[in-house]
């Protein structure tokens, strides 16, 4: 099986604009999560999706969304960049909501904001 | 409050020695384990996990991991390392009804000829 596809891979913008990610979970998995690293917080939890709907949600302003669709891909979107937001941006995939469950990941869209 | 904690940052080893890696967590429900290595500029490549059973885990690589229940402790292993094993190693833990996955700072390995 393909594992996750993360798309771009590579993003640089400017302070004030909006960017939106990809992600392409392994075939047949229907939760996707999200996670921000940078080298000062670390790896964050963004949030999760199952079926179309977010289940979890991490503590970042509501300047970071996403959806996900029938086919389970999902998106990202932050407005309004912030020199901060510059991070790795990693997405997960896993084949059931619940927690005994193993998140498998793509290789991140590096996000530069100037 | 739900956590893990690796204490060292970095750790440096001679190529054929062995390791250890240790990760503590803190987390009210059953925890579920993992173990993530994370090259520069990629993503993290699952090492092995701990759901429940048997508290040592075999994963890729050779690498392996003992869970500890009385020191909440998931400290990773290895016998004899390798050059292509230096890389930043992240410990995490979930549970409960979400995946939400807590990691920890993680610890840098450095391997020297």
């Known amino acids: 099986k393909a594992g996750v596809t993360q798309t771009p891979r590579y993003l640089i913008k400017t302070r004030g604009q909006q960017v939106t990610l990809s992600c392409s979970p392994i075939s047949g998995h229907r939760s996707v999560s999200w996670y921000q690293q940078t080298p000062g917080q670390g790896l964050q939890f963004l949030f999760e999706y199952f079926s179309e709907t977010q289940r979890n949600k991490g503590n970042f302003p509501g300047r970071f969304s996403g959806r996900q669709f029938s086919n389970s891909r999902s998106e990202m979107n932050v407005s309004t960049l912030e020199l901060g937001d510059s991070a790795l941006y990693l997405c997960?995939?896993?084949?059931?909501?619940?927690?005994?469950?193993?998140?498998?990941f793509g290789p991140g869209t590096r996000l530069t904001v100037l | 409050a739900q956590s893990v904690t690796q204490p060292d940052i970095h750790i440096t080893v001679s190529e054929g020695a062995s390791l250890e890696l240790r990760c503590n967590y803190s987390?009210?429900?059953?925890?579920?384990l993992f173990w993530y290595v994370q090259s520069p500029g990629q993503g993290l490549q699952l090492l092995l996990k701990y759901f429940s059973g048997d508290t040592l885990v075999q994963g890729i690589k050779g690498f392996e991991a003992e869970f500890k229940r009385s020191q909440s402790s998931f400290n990773l292993r290895k016998p004899s390392v390798h050059w292509s094993d230096a890389a930043e190693y992240f410990c995490a833990v979930s549970g409960g009804a979400t995946n939400k996955l807590i990691f920890g700072t993680g610890t840098l390995l450095a391997v020297q000829p």
């Open positions: 997960a995939s896993s084949s059931r909501l619940a927690g005994k469950d193993t998140q498998y």
């Open positions: 987390y009210g429900a059953t925890p579920y």
